[in-house]
């Protein structure tokens, strides 16, 4: 917040008296994203396809589910290769004609099936759950949609020497020398074995180069996942950066989710002008109006099945002057009565019933006004 001092042009000489002192906001004229964004600035952006998801978590997940399936089931799928690679050799002796080639297609198919199905499912139902897992379940066609705009060469220019871009070159060359390193670190102990494995037996060979590789591959996985999980943070990170708002996008939300104040202002002042018309009908209908007598005035009506007096209309000051302005007028009895008027005013909205407590105040009422009534009748008969 800034404060600034004006002085009057006309003045010759500096008076505390003639300053002016005001302040303002300097965020207002920089639109600086300072705010967190709301729930439905997330909202949006999660249709939209702008989510805090890391690519690197669900490939770190993916290759390790892989391995695992490989190193549990690697075995049963060579020795599965193996046989039908027996049965295709034990048996060239066949014609080679359409049905024997079918079959044999058929074959292939069905140890592809066989060996690679359980992989494919496993590393598929992985990647999904990874997915779910980071951002929930959500479904957006905005991202694979068609944009014109991402045609233009000059903003494919600005995405790639964007700091977004930088940011993932860096990661990039910092995962290579890791695992590289790594990599190194593994294999100069082993690489001065493999020479041995001349002299082994096939199979056994091939186990150890197997145990080798598997090795190999989950420590690069572990290291993989401790970068992809500083990864997952930094993204969610990012993302939340990107979807901070100004204060001045932080009010027109706001308006647009509320409605505009001065607006929602005036519905409410027309409504309370409605009601305060619709109230005022209702007071050439009250058999008394009991005021205080300046401050308050209640109109009460009572009629045969009701089970007790109603409050037609009540008011304050210069309402309540109104009300007895329209009894005036319509010959509606008033009746003055400090305590019950303001009892009534505190108790009973308008159209409500009166309480118990105050039945026999009330009553008291009626019968003094029915019983001027009666007289005037009887008095102008």
Known sequence: MKCMEILPLHCGHYN??????????????????????TAKRKND???KGQVGKSQEFSAAFVLLAGFFVLRMLGGNAV????????YIYGNLNFDVNEETIMQLFIGIVILLAKTSMPLMVFIMIIALAMNVAQCGLHFSTETISFNPGKLNPINGFGRIFSKRSIVELVKSLFKIAIIGYFIYMFLKDQIFQMPKLIYADLF??????????????FKIIGVFMIMALMDLYYQKWQNNQD?????????EEFKQQEGDPQIKGKIRQKQRQMAMARMMQEVPKADVIITNPTHFAVALKYEAGMAAPVVLAKGQDLVAQKIKQLARDNRVPIVENKPLARALFAAVDVGGSIPHELYKAVAEVLAYVYKLKHKNKRRFA
């Open 204 to 217: 056994a060979g091939m186990d150890v180069i197997a145990d080798v590789v598997f090795n190999l591959a």
């Open 243 to 251: 979807l901070k708002m100004s204060k001045q996008e932080v009010k």
């Open 79 to 86: 020795d599965e290769i193996m046989n039908y690679a027996t």
């Open 16 to 37: 505390r008296k003639d300053r002016v002192d005001f302040t303002f906001d300097l965020q207002l004229f920089a639109g600086e994203k300072t705010e967190e964004p």
């Open 45 to 47: 952006a999660i249709k």
